[in-house]
């Protein structure tokens, strides 16, 4: 069998080299990361999780016209997605403060914000993802202006998506991050939702409980992060035959 080319190896996937120019297969791992990669743990079934959940997500968005990199899901733990270059940057979009704009604003967590509000952090793990600003953006030149207005377009796009489909299985969507990819197209450049959308990258509160059913449930040790998953994908109706994975966390360091 040949071997076939990495790309890139990321915390959570693993990018390898598609079957065709312009394809790339994206294979989730089940390593989990937070605070800048400071804890570490394998959560045996994450990945086939992630790989549904992301699949479920961006399908969604295709259909109603949000442009997306992704094309197929191949397996349990692949999808074939469209290679693009990424754009430097975390778009992220809150509707309610949580994690480090509760900290950092002193509101506290779980406050309704009067509209959604957009951040942007760039996208170095060495510096720890730091917020910045769109002056920045542009000054740097990691987008342009006419991208700035795409991306805010579309991360509210997915914001209204993502926050009807959670309600509709009784989940209040706090916050997400998305990563935005630049594909051409001839003379022309495009902008769509790329890497991908699942628990691992947003913030789900369970409406009647207040439960969390996101990584929050791994950065704060409260308890099953695949339990937390399993039931956001049970709840969609997307739970694989014969995948609940049931392990617990294996510490790593
Ligand atoms: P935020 O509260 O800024 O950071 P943290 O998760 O460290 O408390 O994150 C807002 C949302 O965006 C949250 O759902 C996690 C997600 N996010 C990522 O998935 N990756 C990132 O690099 C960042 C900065 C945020």
Avoid at 2 to 13: C, T
Wanted: net charge negative; hydrophobic share 40%; with cysteine.
């Amino acid at each position: 069998m040949a071997r076939r080319k990495k790309i890139y190896e990321g915390k959570a996937k693993t990018l390898y080299e598609g079957p065709e120019p312009g394809t790339i297969i994206q294979y989730f791992k089940d390593d989990a990361t937070a605070f800048n990669a400071e804890k570490k743990a394998v959560i045996e079934g994450k990945g086939v999780l992630n790989n549904m959940l992301s699949e479920y997500f961006m399908t969604g968005l295709n259909t109603i016209g949000v442009p997306t990199h992704f094309i197929k899901r191949i397996n349990m733990r692949e999808q074939l997605v469209r290679a693009c270059e990424i754009v430097p940057l975390e778009v992220i979009v809150r509707n309610y403060a949580a994690g480090t704009m509760a900290k950092r604003l002193g509101i506290e967590e779980g406050t309704q914000l009067p509209r959604p509000i957009v951040e942007y952090c760039l996208k170095d793990d060495a510096l720890g993802d730091p917020l910045v600003t769109e002056e920045h953006i542009a000054a740097f030149g990691w987008a342009s202006q006419q991208d700035m207005d795409d991306i805010l377009s579309l991360a509210l796009r997915v914001n209204d998506f993502m926050a009807g489909v959670m309600f509709g299985i009784g989940i209040k969507l706090v916050d997400f991050k998305i990563e935005i990819g630049r594909v051409y197209d001839g003379d022309f450049q495009r902008l769509i939702i790329a890497d991908e959308i699942s628990p691992d990258s947003c913030r789900l509160w369970d409406i009647e409980t207040g439960r969390k059913l996101d990584k929050d449930v791994f950065r704060r040790d409260l308890g099953s992060l695949t339990d937390a998953y399993s039931e956001v994908a049970n709840r969609l109706g997307i739970m694989p035959k014969g995948a609940t994975p049931m392990a617990r966390p294996t510490l790593i360091n």
